[in-house]
């Protein structure tokens, strides 16, 4: 189910709300985060009904390792760390067998000139997200973070449906304070800052996601048959899915985060207008923020960080990035994309740590700033060209075309337009001068740890957009709520379902 769906928008979402605040009004706290479980797990059945078995049996697996854990905190250390593997090898077996099964039966067959059948294997949607949530409770639990003796909470925790599919990736230690709740009241506020926040997720989907999707779809499977793919063509359908994924997963990420806040819980923040960073460093602390932090703590940290000099750093850096990428998706585009921006962050540190050593003060002016910006974006653009292509030959074919020689469009489906220029003018000044969804909501704390000083108020011109409890907000988000449904002509998965 879809949150972009007429069943999931006023079927389900709706009859959830009623039950959960019904019973919690009632004072049945319990009888609602069971109710709330048992919904989250329709939710994810009505895509696949098979594997609901497969999250529920993963669920029982995780919980009596982590319990057994928090059991042996003080006890023979070789026995929890044998625990802990043993639940590490179950999750991340369990993701290379659905995930990347294939992916090696290819790369051996390609290697070695055998011929192993490639199995028919359906991946099960949100294993990525799920799998690297429950890997970091059980290191939680090894280390004595976590200790949830609570099973009811703990399969809320897997599977609450804002963020099982597609993220924010939460941790424990976040969560589950907000469902030991002793009764769970209806809140007009509360229910107003969701909507508001679903409403401009739905609107970024609908009305620039899947509309900036209908010219790069084309340029990239025109790149993908060998189709001749102009220069101008091929940057403007880059251009175009450049800022399709991005508005689709900030859309995502609204639409998780305001169906949270719906039902009384804060969900984490997971997009910062990423496209706004003055270096790749900065870059990943806006996107994916919840990825990012996971990769740093559960990875980056263990393998010594920046605490065993500039090569073990640097190795470390391109290690996780590395795996970040193959964590998107079981090909070598996504290998050579995580490679990719793991050189980019070696050359941003080296670069910071030159600004350090000879203090060069210049690039810390406004002119400096903005050209580092524009030189981040133009590396996160090309960077995204395998990200999005399906195989190492496309992208070569649209680098070639984009970088190397210049060449016109010689194909009429791909022929440039007034309205793809505009679009891709408007996703400009969406994306750098108008503020986002948190500077919008700053003084009503949308997501968890959100503080508003750490938010810069807008400047003084836009200051009437912060967004108020009022009847005349609530009237422009009911617009822009009805807008977004009429435009729901083909409904279309968000991109981070693929992974």
């Not at 790369?107 to 099960?124: Q, T, Y």
């Not at 810069?456 to 009847?471: H, I, Q, S, Y």
Request: hydrophobic share 50%.
């Amino acid at each position: 189910m879809l949150f972009n769906s007429y069943e999931f928008i006023f079927f389900f979402l709706p009859v959830t709300l009623l039950v959960f605040y019904t019973l919690g009004s009632m004072g049945m706290a319990r009888s609602a985060i069971g109710w709330l479980f048992f919904a989250s797990i329709f939710f994810y059945g009505w895509w696949n009904p098979v594997y609901v078995g497969l999250i529920l049996f993963s669920i029982c697996i995780n919980y009596t390792i982590g319990y057994w854990l928090g059991k042996f905190f003080d006890q023979k250390r070789k026995r929890k760390k044998f625990l802990l593997v043993a639940g590490l090898g179950f999750n991340l077996g369990l993701l290379a067998y659905f995930k990347y099964t294939n992916f090696f039966l290819s790369n051996i067959n390609g290697v070695f000139h055998s011929h192993f059948p490639n199995e028919h294997i359906i991946l099960p949607l949100g294993i990525s997200f799920f799998t690297f949530q429950k890997v970091a409770y059980l290191v939680d639990a090894y280390e004595g973070k976590a200790r949830e003796y609570d099973f009811l909470n703990f399969c809320l925790f897997v599977t609450f449906f804002p963020q099982l599919i597609a993220g924010p990736i939460v941790h424990h230690k976040e969560m589950m304070p907000q469902f030991k709740k002793d009764h769970y009241c209806f809140s007009h506020s509360e229910l107003a800052l969701g909507l508001t926040m679903f409403s401009i997720g739905l609107f970024k989907k609908v009305m620039l996601a899947d509309n900036l999707a209908i010219y790069a779809s084309p340029v990239f499977d025109a790149a993908r048959a060998g189709t001749p793919v102009g220069s101008a063509a091929a940057w403007v359908g880059v251009l175009c899915y450049t800022f399709q994924i991005y508005f689709d997963f900030s859309g995502y990420s609204d639409m998780a985060i305001g169906l949270g806040r719906m039902f009384g819980i804060k969900l984490p923040l997971n997009f910062n207008s990423p496209y706004k960073a003055i270096g790749i460093v900065d870059f990943w602390r806006r996107w994916h923020m919840t990825l990012s932090r996971l990769l740093r703590d559960y990875l980056y940290f263990p393998l010594g960080g920046n605490r065993c000099g500039k090569v073990k750093r640097y190795a470390n850096l391109m290690t996780v990035m590395i795996i970040g990428g193959l964590w998107h998706g079981a090909n070598w585009t996504f290998v050579l994309w995580g490679t990719c921006h793991g050189l980019y962050l070696i050359i941003n540190h080296a670069w910071n740590k030159a600004i350090e050593i000879f203090k060069w003060k210049w690039a810390e002016e406004f002119i400096f700033q903005y050209m580092a910006g524009l030189v981040t974006f133009f590396a996160v653009v090309l960077a995204w060209v395998l990200f999005r292509s399906d195989n190492i030959t496309t992208a070569g074919r649209l680098y070639h075309a984009m970088l190397v020689k210049w060449t016109p469009g010689t194909t009429n489906h791909l022929a440039l337009n007034t309205s793809h220029i505009l679009n891709i003018a408007g996703s400009f000044l969406f994306v750098w001068f108008l503020p986002n969804t948190q500077e919008l909501l700053r003084k009503y704390e949308p997501a968890i740890d959100f503080k508003e000083q750490d938010v810069k108020p807008l400047v003084r011109g836009l200051r009437w957009l912060e967004w108020r409890p009022t009847a005349g907000w609530g009237i422009v988000f009911s617009i822009i709520f009805v807008i977004s449904i009429f435009n729901m002509v083909k409904i279309s998965e968000f991109l981070y379902f693929q992974f």
